[in-house]
């Protein structure tokens, strides 16, 4: 087999797990050695066929990270531009649509319903000390974190 195709098989491996970033792909083929025209080659071919999309990566990337591994926008945003995601892509993908807002209070307001119940029944102080630390660990600022536990400690004592 000639190296042009054992570089995109093995690319297409690549591939088969999940989306990729063309800096993901070319950085894979760097790994293997592939020479830098084979990779242009390859990442070209790609994107013709629509296998490498930046934008839809970051789409899929932002809408998987905001419903099952929930982050904050900053974080988010670092972990695309570790991707090597264009800013300005990043920036169309964390605005704000009009048909659904992705704010870091909706997101907290996620983790809360999800958490919230592992500490039934803990002290006022320590439930702040474990949902704040969860939250802070996961990107979220202090004020969007304590705004939040407020309003949901305020409807979970007001009962």
């Known amino acids: ?9 093995t690319v297409l491996h690549f591939l088969s797990f999940r989306s990729r970033s063309e800096k993901e792909v070319k950085d894979k083929l760097l ?4 020479p830098l025209e084979i990779i242009e ?21 932002v809408r998987s990270r905001s419903t099952y591994r929930l982050k904050s926008k900053r974080i988010i945003k670092i972990e695309l531009q570790k991707k090597g995601i264009d800013h300005e892509i990043i920036e169309k993908v964390l605005s704000p649509k009009d048909d659904e807002e992705f704010s ?7 983790i809360l319903e999800k ?45």
């Open 41 to 61: 080659k390859i990442i070209s071919k790609l994107k013709q066929q629509r296998f490498l999309n930046d934008e839809q990566f970051a789409k899929d990337w």
């Open 104 to 110: 870091d209070d909706q997101q907290v307001k996620k």
């Open 31 to 34: 790994q293997k050695n592939a």
């Open 1 to 9: 087999m000639d190296p042009y195709n054992n570089y995109l098989n």
């Open 115 to 159: 958490r919230l119940s592992r500490y039934k029944g803990l002290p006022r102080n320590i439930l702040y000390q474990k949902l704040g630390g969860f939250l802070a660990r996961r990107g979220f600022n202090w004020d969007t974190i304590k705004k939040n536990i407020d309003d949901v400690l305020k409807s979970e004592y007001n009962k």
